[in-house]
C-alpha cells in the first residue's frame, strides 16, 4: 500500500483500523516530497513532524478517541500561520519571520489529528498567477516542467498531484486554488465567502480571500470542509454558522437537477479545443437527466474590472503595514524612519506586489473609483441571484485552456475571479485531458451556501465521467 496515495476519507478509515502508523504515513510523504524536489513545491519540512506522528501512534495505543483527519498528512501555503513556524509568504519582506501563533484552520486541522508536514511554494504574497513570483523560485507543473504549475496556491496544487500530502491548504482572491487545481489535475474549491476565517492568514484582498482545501477528489473535499469551516470570533466576517453540512447530497442522482451554462460562454473560452471539451461534458448531463439551461449575468466582461479596482486598492491597504519597523525585514543604513520606510519597501517587495500597491493607491486617491467598483460588484451579485433562481449550479471551464506554456503569463481574469466578486462558492474538478495529456478543470459554482449542490455534481462527475483518472 502506497500510504502516501490515500486520500483523506481512506487514510482515516485506514489509520483508525489500524492498518498502519502515522510514522510510515509521514515517512512515505517525506520520501515523495525528496523525489520531487525538483518541481519546487515544498519549501520546508517541519522537523518535529515525526515526534508529531509519533504522538498520535502513542493516543492510538492508548485507545483514545481519535480525530477525523487522524493518519492524514498535510501542507499548507506560505501564508498561513502555524506556530514556532516560519511564515514568508514567500516575501523577501517576511523571510525570517516566525509566527507567535497558528492559524484558526491549523488549530481545527489538530484539533481533529491532522499532521502539519510542512510548507508550500505560492506566489508573494498571493499576488501572481504562475508561481514565479516567488523568494524560493518558481514552482514546477506537476505533469509537465514546460508548462505553467498556475498560482498563487501553486505548491499545494503540486503536491497534492505528486502525491507529496494527503490534502493541502490554499487560499483564493481570484482564483488563487482553481486555477492551479485545473492546471495539475487535482480537486480545489474557493468556498462561500465568510465560510472559512482568516484569521491567521496573511491578508491581500479582505473582501474577496478565502482559504480552501486542495484535495484528490471532490469527496475528500466536501469532509475536510466541514472540518476547517465555522464561525470564530477572531474573524468578524466568518458568517454566523456554527456547523456547515457540504456532504448529505452526495452520491445522489443529478436527474431533474437544473445546470445553467453562461450565454456568453463561447466568447470567454479562448481554447477551441477546450470549448470542444466543455460543450460534451454539458451534453453528458444533459445525458445523465441534467437541464440544461443558459443564462446571461449582467456585466459579466466587466468583472475583472471590477476585481483589479477592488483587490489592488485593499492590497496597497493590507500592505501598508509592512513598514520595516517591526516584525519584517528591515533596509541597513537609513538615518532616518522615512528612509526605512522607503528602503525596506523597496527592496522587500517584489515586483508584481509592487506594482499592485502602486495601483492601489492610485485607485484609492480617487476616492469615488473605490465606491463606484463596489456598487457595481453588488449589482452583479444581484443579476447573479436573480438569474440563479430555480438553478442548482452554473457550469463553466475552469481556465481558458490547458496549462499554458511556462515562459507565458497568461491571465485568466473573469472566468477566476467572478466566484470572489459574486462571493460564491465554486470548485474545480479535473474532467478532461488534451491531445498532450494535460488536464482540464471544469468549475462548478452555485449560489451562497449552496455548496453541498456543487459537491453532488462534482462527484458524480468524477464517478460516471471521470476521464482524467
Do not use: W
Not at 510548507?119 to 499576488?127: K, L
Amino acid at each position: 500500500m502506497e500510504l502516501n496515495k490515500l486520500g483523506v476519507i481512506e487514510a482515516n478509515k485506514k489509520y483508525i483500523d489500524g492498518e498502519f502508523s502515522a510514522v510510515e504515513m509521514v515517512n512515505a510523504c517525506i520520501e515523495s516530497i525528496k523525489e520531487h524536489a525538483d518541481k519546487n513545491a515544498v519549501i520546508e519540512v517541519f522537523d518535529d513532524a515525526i515526534c508529531c506522528a509519533e504522538k498520535l501512534d502513542a493516543k492510538r495505543e492508548a485507545k483514545e478517541k481519535l480525530g477525523k483527519l487522524a493518519g492524514t498528512v498535510v501542507l499548507v501555503k506560505d501564508n498561513i500561520l502555524v506556530k514556532g513556524k516560519k511564515a514568508t509568504a514567500s516575501s523577501n519582506f517576511l523571510k525570517n519571520f516566525e509566527s507567535i501563533y497558528s492559524a484558526t484552520v491549523v488549530n481545527k486541522m489538530l484539533s481533529e489529528d491532522a499532521i502539519i508536514l510542512g510548507r508550500t511554494n505560492m506566489d508573494e504574497f498571493a499576488m501572481g498567477s504562475d508561481g514565479s513570483s516567488s523568494i524560493y523560485g518558481k514552482t514546477k507543473n506537476a505533469i509537465d516542467d514546460n508548462y505553467s504549475a498556475g498560482g498563487s496556491s501553486s505548491g499545494s496544487a503540486v503536491a497534492v498531484k505528486l502525491n507529496d500530502c494527503t490534502f493541502a491548504l490554499g487560499t483564493d482572491t481570484g482564483g488563487s486554488i482553481r486555477f492551479p487545481a485545473s492546471y495539475n489535475g487535482v480537486c480545489g474549491v474557493k468556498p462561500t465567502y465568510g465560510t472559512v476565517s482568516r484569521n491567521g492568514v496573511y491578508a491581500y484582498a479582505s473582501s474577496f480571500n478565502q482559504v480552501g482545501p486542495i484535495t484528490k477528489n471532490a469527496k475528500d473535499s466536501a469532509y475536510v470542509l466541514e472540518i476547517i469551516a465555522g464561525v470564530d470570533q477572531m474573524d468578524m466576517t466568518t458568517l454566523n454558522y456554527q456547523a456547515y453540512d457540504f456532504s448529505s447530497l452526495i452520491g445522489e442522482d443529478v436527474s431533474g437537477k437544473v445546470y445553467a451554462v453562461e450565454k456568453n460562454i463561447s466568447s470567454l473560452i479562448k481554447d477551441k479545443e477546450c470549448e470542444s471539451y466543455f460543450n460534451a461534458l454539458v451534453d453528458f448531463i444533459k445525458a445523465k437527466g441534467g437541464v440544461i439551461k443558459e443564462i446571461e449575468i449582467d456585466n459579466i466582461l466587466r468583472v475583472g474590472d471590477v476585481y483589479k479596482l477592488v483587490a489592488y486598492a485593499e492590497a496597497s491597504s493590507n500592505l501598508s503595514r509592512y513598514d520595516g519597523l517591526k516584525y519584517t525585514t528591515q533596509a541597513q543604513d537609513c538615518l532616518s524612519a522615512q528612509e526605512i520606510y522607503v528602503k525596506s519597501r523597496s527592496q522587500g517587495f517584489g515586483k508584481e506586489v509592487k506594482k499592485r500597491i502602486m495601483l492601489g493607491n492610485y485607485i484609492l486617491s480617487k476616492k469615488e473609483v473605490y465606491a463606484k467598483a463596489k456598487n457595481l460588484q453588488q449589482l452583479i451579485i444581484n443579476s447573479y441571484n436573480e438569474k440563479m433562481q430555480g438553478v442548482d449550479c452554473l457550469l463553466l471551464p475552469t481556465s481558458f485552456g490547458v496549462a499554458p506554456k511556462a515562459s507565458e503569463n497568461r491571465q485568466e481574469c473573469i472566468l477566476g475571479v467572478l466566484a470572489n466578486v459574486l462571493r460564491a462558492p465554486s470548485i474545480s474538478i479535473p474532467y478532461a485531458k488534451n491531445k498532450e495529456g494535460l488536464p482540464l478543470g471544469v468549475q462548478i459554482m452555485a449560489k451562497e451556501l449552496d455548496e453541498k449542490k456543487i459537491y453532488q455534481l462534482a462527484v458524480s462527475i468524477e464517478k460516471n465521467y471521470g476521464e482524467v483518472r
